[in-house]
């Protein structure tokens, strides 16, 4: 699949714009700053999708705040599928134990991979963790996940931008999209 050079005619529609994300996350960085007023915060974002995301986040939540990043892969399964088997690419670089520690992610679609990841954190001793997704996908879950913060509630499908990608690409759109079903399809052998 080849993105066309303006990448925003291979969205079909756009269900979150620039504006409606921007005061979700104000919104949600005021909760947080209410609910954590007077300690210290851990932020644990998950790359790649969660970039965008967690750097408007952060900006947004008024309390004494360190940041952390990992990086995780499915292994195998379709480019739009989760596998449920995770792999660490990069751990934190700090230790947790005794802190409060926020789980920032892009999307919880199926639940598999960050259930993975709260197991893999709980084992490092943090003092509290909760999640904070900017997407909830609830029609695929296959794992109940206690979600603390959830921006939006989008329908069973594949969306873009805001640093979500197919393919690696559209992570730079500005809104969340759904791409046209031409830009999944391989291109027909001539
Ligand atoms: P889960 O393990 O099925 O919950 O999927 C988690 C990860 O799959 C997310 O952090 C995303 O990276 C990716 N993902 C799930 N749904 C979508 C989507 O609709 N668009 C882009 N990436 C997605």
Avoid: H, W
């Avoid at 939540?61 to 449920?84: C, K, N, Q």
């Amino acid at each position: 699949m080849k993105p066309s050079p303006d990448m925003k005619q291979d969205v079909a529609e756009i269900l979150l714009t620039e504006e409606e994300i921007r005061a979700k996350v104000a919104e949600l960085g005021a909760r947080i700053t209410a609910d954590y007023t007077g300690g210290e915060l851990t932020l644990v974002s998950v790359l790649k999708g969660s970039l965008p995301f967690m750097a408007d986040l952060m900006r947004q939540i008024d309390v004494p705040l360190r940041i952390d990043l990992m990086e995780v892969s499915s292994y195998g399964g379709a480019a739009t599928e989760s596998s449920g088997l995770v792999r660490i690419l990069k751990d934190l670089s700090a230790p947790i134990d005794g802190r409060d520690v926020l789980l920032v992610e892009d999307i919880i679609d199926t639940g598999l991979t960050l259930n993975y990841l709260l197991r893999y954190l709980r084992g490092k001793n943090p003092r509290s963790i909760k999640i904070c997704a900017l997407l909830n996908k609830p029609a695929r879950r296959l794992v109940e996940i206690p979600i603390d913060y959830i921006g939006f509630e989008v329908p069973d499908r594949f969306v873009v931008g805001y640093g979500l990608d197919y393919g690696e690409v559209y992570r730079n759109l500005r809104f969340v999209g759904v791409l046209r079903p031409e830009a999944y399809e391989e291109p027909s052998q001539p």
